[in-house]
């Protein structure tokens, strides 16, 4: 039979418990949801649009793995993230996104962004055409113990080669 102390212990040891887990998110003011969109946007505005290649060994899991239909690099883990990262960027030097909307529940965060850059080097092996491109898209990231595990990417790539003059634009009727 349990006694009042003895319940009182139980409880008292599941709240250190849940202490010792909550602690570093504390300790920093920040809720674990809060650190993950934080890692959703140093992904987006330190890796990619300013190409600090150090970023991706800090957010990226080992274990990681890229889901993105529209391009054809797969990526697992953070040294295949950063060779993307630099093909763009020696792509399209000017790379720059602008992160518009983050949300986030559970272990999960969505990031609204759009893209820009000029086409003066040649996109995807095509010549360059001197535009500039203008590209929306939505990347939803998963996290795992304080790093990005797996992504999703849908982007306007049709309209991207359309504005590069690569595709003809649609008339309409």
């Known amino acids: 039979?349990?006694?009042?102390?003895?319940?009182?212990?139980?409880?008292?040891?599941?709240?250190?418990?849940?202490?010792?887990?909550?602690?570093?998110?504390?300790?920093?003011?920040?809720?674990?949801?809060?650190?993950?969109?934080?890692?959703?946007?140093?992904?987006?505005?330190?890796?990619?649009s300013r190409g600090d290649l150090a970023v991706a060994d800090e957010i990226i899991a080992p274990d990681y793995e890229r889901h993105d239909p529209g391009d054809p690099f797969p990526a697992r883990g953070p040294a295949d993230v950063k060779r993307i990262v630099q093909m763009l960027r020696s792509m399209l030097p000017d790379?720059?996104?602008?992160?518009?909307?983050?949300?986030?529940?559970?272990?999960?965060?969505?990031?609204?962004?759009?893209?820009?850059?000029?086409?003066?080097?040649?996109?995807?092996?095509?010549?360059?055409?001197?535009?500039a491109i203008r590209t929306q898209a939505i990347q939803i990231f998963r996290f795992s113990n304080g790093k990005i595990v797996e992504s999703w990417a849908a982007r306007d790539d049709l309209g991207t080669l359309k504005q590069l003059g690569h595709l003809p634009a649609t008339g309409k009727r």
């Open 95 to 131: 790379f720059h996104i602008e992160v518009e909307t983050i949300i986030a529940e559970g272990d999960f965060v969505a990031s609204r962004y759009t893209a820009t850059a000029t086409d003066t080097i040649g996109y995807m092996g095509m010549p360059p055409t001197g535009r």
């Open 1 to 48: 039979m349990t006694g009042p102390r003895q319940t009182l212990g139980h409880i008292t040891l599941g709240v250190l418990a849940l202490a010792a887990v909550l602690a570093p998110a504390a300790a920093h003011g920040q809720s674990v949801i809060d650190q993950n969109k934080a890692m959703a946007r140093r992904w987006s505005e330190e890796l990619w």
